[in-house]
């Protein structure tokens, strides 16, 4: 079983950074990891994509954050982060770290909450 762990969340004010991590646990000795990214969830809407990452730095972020968030992997380490720059309200939502590994074996973090108020 793989477990994605997400951490830094927290509420800022709008235009400030935030960096969140999601670092695998679990029994990662033998997995090939096939793709990690951040989704994110606001209140009443659905999940969706923020960004993705896959082999060979492959990266694809959603337009409302383009040019604000940039998924980072270092090399092949079980671990993702997400910088957040020039954040605005409606980044508001619970974030979340999922991993594909072997093609075809999903895992979701339990999320982590990011707020954006003034």
């Known amino acids: 079983q793989v477990r994605p762990v997400e951490s830094g969340g927290g509420l800022v004010q709008p235009g400030e950074s935030l960096r969140l991590s999601c670092v695998l646990s679990?029994?990662?000795?033998?997995?090939?990891?096939?793709?990690m990214a951040w989704y994110r969830q606001a209140p009443g809407k659905q999940r969706e994509l923020v960004a993705q990452?896959?082999?060979?730095?492959?990266?694809n972020t959603a337009d409302s954050v383009k040019g604000r968030f940039f998924i980072i992997r270092d090399g092949d380490k079980p671990k993702v982060d997400l910088q957040m720059d020039n954040l605005k309200v409606e980044d508001t939502a619970a974030y979340f770290c999922?991993?594909?590994?072997?093609?075809?074996?999903?895992?979701w973090g339990q999320g982590t909450q990011v707020t954006v108020s003034s």
């Open positions: 679990g029994s990662i000795g033998s997995i090939s990891i096939t793709s």
């Open positions: 990452i896959r082999p060979h730095g492959i990266t």
């Open positions: 999922n991993v594909v590994v072997n093609y075809v074996d999903d895992y």
